[in-house]
């Protein structure tokens, strides 16, 4: 009965850091495709979400990323949301990075974006015009 009760511990110790290391999402959230850079200057990707501030998607978000290298090169990557205002933008290197969102009737909203949090959704609420 020790032996059994000791597994069960083990599984359940295990399944709660699996829970830990998985970013807080609603159920009908689809998880992130954001890739965050192993190395300064790395590859990575970003995952984009834009929202209106009652929280609604905006679709067809004009989300342009760019990225300054240390090594003296600029990169950037762009595209526009889906009908959820979800965007995964295409992988570029990583250095320093600004996230430039632009929608029809809204206000243009740019940020800073530090290059280790890419591996999380990038979320950004703009706010009517």
Aim: charged letters at 25%; aromatic letters at 6%; a neutral charge.
């Amino acid at each position: 009965m020790t032996k059994v009760l000791s597994l069960l511990l083990v599984v359940i110790a295990a399944f709660s850091l699996a829970l830990a290391q998985e970013p807080t999402r609603t159920a009908d959230e689809p998880a992130s495709q954001g890739i965050a850079p192993k190395e300064p200057n790395g590859i990575g990707r970003a995952d984009v979400r834009v929202f209106d501030e009652n929280g609604n998607a905006i679709k067809n978000a004009y989300a342009k990323l760019e990225s300054t290298r240390t090594d003296g090169f600029f990169c950037e990557s762009w595209g526009d949301t889906d009908a959820h205002g979800m965007i995964a933008l295409p992988p570029i290197h990583m250095g320093t990075l600004k996230l430039k969102v632009k929608a029809k009737g809204y206000r243009s909203e740019e940020i800073e974006v530090p290059a280790t949090d890419l591996g999380n959704p990038v979320r950004v609420t703009l706010k009517k015009k």
